[in-house]
């Protein structure tokens, strides 16, 4: 079995190829207490570029890819983010990034194992077919299951189905942690039931909430508070210009604030910051992958008393002091998971959202000419767009739609 795709392999100076790859197609699992399955045939219509596609070219220059790779493997074709089209169901589907032997993916254990589709053990969709696992494949909406080729404009909502899916799963930790953490504040100062105090508390959670970084996760975390949390005040923050794509996008479609920092030292951002929001954060979502979200957030005290500081960026070390860390009772989480329900829900409100405006498309060929130019020169150069995806298989999109 052979397909043409990109794959990463290790080399210091081409670890991203395009060219023919001999598929393998071994049982997986899906969760533990499942049979592993042989995957069915799916041929990849729609994908989008991920930043952790990036870190793994990064790491393939390094050498470092070797636990990366499906056993007996050394290459590992990339993409986890899209949408495949099924020939033996006749439908389009999302593949369910991660699989393995663990419960549930949101609370992975040091004694089970996963594989993530193009990211981890797991060959993934940047090629002309692929194998995965049948329970893998998630269906659209009912009144999209007979589709025979994808509308453009919702092809590029459904390319952000994995990020949107782990800030679901977010705004639900969020909610818990917060409920646990306030809701006994809430029955003494309210002398109310614990039901209505619960309730209470998860409303107080989200008073006041900073999103530090103008990211696909960022915005996504962003739309779910306000999704769910109609009277919270939310500021986003980054260095883009106030009049940029996607800061009108926080403002208009979102209906949350903008602060743009790119004129500012960090003392006045965190000043400015607590200004806007009429007081210290209830919740800080630090998602640009800068040191400058924890100093904002602890160093110069945005961050308030019982806050909860949510660690979604990948990189940086989270520092502060214990004592007036434990003195003002807050708490420091992070996690960047989901399950399949999380996944599910995100599908359902991404078609019916206007995230498409975010994405453009690169040219396949253009591409697959020089993948590693196009990473690194276009797809995550400075200025990049927000999203960047390609039609893989124009034969199942519509683009007059």
Not at 113 to 137: H, Q, R, S
Not at 179 to 206: G, H, M, P, W
Not at 317 to 338: E, H, L, R
Not at 390 to 399: A, L, Q, S, T
């Amino acid at each position: 079995m052979k397909t043409y795709g990109t794959y990463f392999v290790n080399d210091e100076t081409a670890p991203l190829r395009y060219g023919e790859v001999n598929l393998i197609n071994p049982p997986r699992q899906r969760l533990r207490g499942e049979d592993k399955k042989i995957g069915v045939e799916a041929l990849p219509v729609f994908c989008g570029f991920c930043g952790t596609d990036y870190e793994l070219m990064k790491m393939g220059k390094k050498h470092l890819l070797d636990n990366k790779f499906p056993d007996g493997q050394t290459r590992l074709i990339n993409g986890h983010e899209g949408v495949v089209w099924v020939p033996s169901e006749k439908r389009f589907a999302i593949v369910l990034i991660r699989g393995g032997d663990s419960f549930d993916p949101t609370r992975f254990t040091e004694d089970e194992t996963y594989f993530e589709y193009g990211c981890d053990k797991a060959d993934g969709i940047f090629c002309d077919k692929n194998y995965f696992n049948p329970d893998m494949l998630l269906h659209l909406p009912k009144k999209y299951e007979n589709l025979k080729v994808l509308p453009l404009s919702l092809a590029e909502k459904l390319v952000f189905s994995d990020p949107y899916a782990c800030a679901v799963f977010q705004y639900e930790r969020m909610r818990d942690i917060g409920e646990a953490q306030n809701f006994r504040v809430e029955l003494a100062k309210r002398k109310c039931d614990e039901s209505s105090a619960r309730k209470y508390a998860i409303e107080s959670t989200f008073n006041r909430v900073v999103i530090f970084g103008l990211g696909t996760t960022g915005l996504f975390i962003g739309d779910q508070i306000r999704r769910n949390q109609k009277n919270a005040k939310i500021l986003f923050v980054a260095r883009s210009d106030d009049s940029s794509q996607k800061a009108l996008f926080v403002k208009n479609e979102l209906g949350c604030d903008y602060l743009s920092s790119n004129s500012m030292t960090v003392r006045e951002t965190a000043e400015v910051i607590i200004k806007n929001l009429g007081g210290k954060a209830t919740v800080f979502v630090g998602t640009s992958g800068t040191d400058v979200e924890h100093q904002i957030a602890f160093e110069y005290e945005v961050l308030g008393c019982n806050g909860i500081y949510n660690s979604f960026s990948l990189g940086p070390k989270v520092k502060y002091d214990t004592m007036p860390f434990g003195f003002k009772n807050q708490i420091i989480f992070a996690s960047i998971n989901f399950t399949q329900k999380h996944m599910e829900k995100a599908i359902t409100l991404l078609c019916d959202s206007k995230f498409d405006s975010l994405v453009e498309l690169i040219d396949k060929d253009e591409f697959i000419k020089n993948p590693i130019d196009a990473y690194e020169n276009k797809i995550y150069a400075k200025g990049a767009p927000l999203k960047s995806a390609v039609i893989w298989n124009d034969k199942y999109i519509d683009k007059e739609v």
